[in-house]
């Protein structure tokens, strides 16, 4: 039986194009002891992936050359030869972007089973990877209190989203940032957000910030910061003394360039933390944080949507279309 690959090709030369991409075919090993076959339903396309293609340190190693490319999969076990898992067990892990993955079983976070109560969509977005950096930045870095204002870039985002219906929970008021008048309305009406401003509306960083004073004339006291540039500049400008930023992405600079901060004085003046996080380096704050967030999902609490692509061939434009921001919360790949 063969499997289907997307491999890195080539290392991109500013923006990522599907050149960077092949798409090539390999036969599957046996099953050795310990080994699990899974065959994938559904790969998470996620903006990290943008960074390790970079041939430099980004949030980890760069992605090998000729190699699978690295990311989060759910599916469903095929053949095991290890005593913790039997065919038909459905399983989350980071499979890569194929339609098999021969998996250690016994390797510490390699695999997890899941609930198939929930859809399995889910947990590669709000019950996965997204909902937990969602929770871990806001609720160990923003620690937000009842009353306070919070502020997501990314809002519409698999992140974001959660982020600002676990932050309306703990009684805050949320603002967010979105491109466009259709992701802005999700935002407010589905989610629950307050306010949400079209940060395609807004020439530079001061007119974001003259919109967010309106959207939080309090000031802002946590940032979740998913885009960095002029839409954390703006932040900013607006946050009051001892607020709190959690640095979960800077999507603004994936293609390597330098991403300049105008006001960095700020950070000295309102007495900011900046915090920077990797939701992976937490494994012992998971599974609280996916107590709440399968409760949510499964209470109906915490809503989300999801953009999902068909077949494995179009993983490389999903990916590229994600990255400017044509998805519509959560980026998926259907497999099966």
């Given at each position: 039986?063969?499997?289907?690959?997307?491999?890195?090709?080539?290392?991109?030369?500013?923006?990522?194009?599907?050149?960077?991409?092949?798409?090539?075919?390999?036969?599957?090993?046996?099953?050795?002891?310990?080994?699990?076959?899974?065959?994938?339903?559904?790969?998470?396309?996620?903006?990290?992936?943008?960074?390790?293609?970079?041939?430099?340190?980004?949030?980890?190693?760069?992605?090998?050359?000729?190699?699978?490319?690295?990311?989060?999969?759910?599916?469903?076990?095929?053949?095991?030869?290890?005593?913790?898992?039997?065919?038909?067990?459905?399983?989350?892990?980071?499979?890569?972007?194929?339609?098999?993955?021969?998996?250690?079983?016994?390797?510490?976070?390699?695999?997890?089973?899941?609930?198939?109560?929930?859809?399995?969509?889910?947990y590669l977005g709000a019950v996965g990877m997204p909902g937990v950096t969602a929770w871990y930045g806001l609720v160990r870095i923003i620690a937000p209190q009842a009353g306070q204002t919070v502020v997501v870039s990314a809002a519409s985002g698999a992140v974001g989203s959660v982020v600002g219906q676990l932050a309306k929970a703990r009684g805050c008021r949320v603002v967010?940032?979105?491109?466009?008048?259709?992701?802005?309305?999700?935002?407010?009406?589905?989610?629950?957000?307050?306010?949400?401003?079209?940060?395609?509306?807004?020439?530079?960083?001061?007119?974001?910030?003259?919109?967010?004073?309106?959207?939080?004339?309090?000031?802002?006291?946590?940032?979740?910061?998913?885009?960095?540039?002029?839409?954390?500049?703006?932040?900013?400008?607006?946050?009051?003394?001892?607020?709190?930023?959690?640095?979960?992405?800077?999507?603004?600079?994936?293609?390597?360039?330098?991403?300049?901060?105008?006001?960095?004085?700020?950070?000295?003046?309102?007495?900011?933390?900046?915090?920077?996080?990797?939701?992976?380096?937490?494994?012992?704050?998971?599974?609280?944080?996916?107590?709440?967030?399968?409760?949510?999902?499964?209470?109906?609490?915490?809503?989300?949507?999801?953009?999902?692509?068909?077949?494995?061939?179009?993983?490389?434009?999903?990916?590229?279309?994600?990255?400017?921001?044509?998805?519509?919360?959560?980026?998926?790949?259907?497999?099966?």
């Open positions: 039986m063969n499997n289907q690959q997307i491999v890195l090709a080539s290392r991109p030369q500013g923006e990522a194009t599907a050149a960077n991409f092949r798409l090539v075919e390999a036969p599957l090993p046996a099953l050795a002891e310990g080994q699990v076959l899974v065959r994938h339903h559904y790969l998470s396309l996620d903006p990290y992936m943008r960074g390790r293609m970079n041939d430099a340190k980004s949030y980890a190693a760069p992605q090998p050359l000729g190699e699978v490319m690295i990311g989060g999969t759910v599916g469903e076990v095929v053949d095991s030869r290890h005593p913790g898992y039997a065919a038909g067990d459905a399983v989350v892990g980071m499979g890569g972007w194929q339609l098999y993955s021969v998996v250690d079983g016994g390797a510490a976070g390699m695999l997890r089973k899941v609930d198939t109560r929930l859809p399995l969509s889910a967010g940032y979105a491109g466009g008048a259709a992701k802005c309305a999700y935002v407010v009406d589905e989610l629950g957000f307050d306010a949400c401003i079209d940060y395609r509306e807004h020439a530079d960083a001061r007119s974001l910030a003259r919109a967010l004073r309106d959207a939080a004339p309090d000031g802002v006291d946590g940032c979740f910061e998913n885009v960095g540039g002029a839409v954390m500049d703006a932040t900013m400008l607006r946050m009051n003394d001892f607020g709190r930023i959690a640095l979960c992405g800077m999507i603004a600079g994936y293609d390597g360039q330098p991403i300049p901060m105008s006001w960095p004085q700020l950070i000295l003046q309102s007495r900011l933390t900046v915090q920077g996080f990797i939701v992976s380096e937490h494994m012992g704050d998971w599974p609280e944080a996916l107590r709440e967030l399968a409760a949510g999902v499964a209470g109906g609490t915490i809503k989300y949507r999801e953009s999902v692509a068909e077949g494995l061939a179009a993983a490389p434009e999903a990916f590229l279309g994600m990255l400017k921001g044509r998805n519509f919360g959560k980026q998926l790949v259907k497999l099966v």
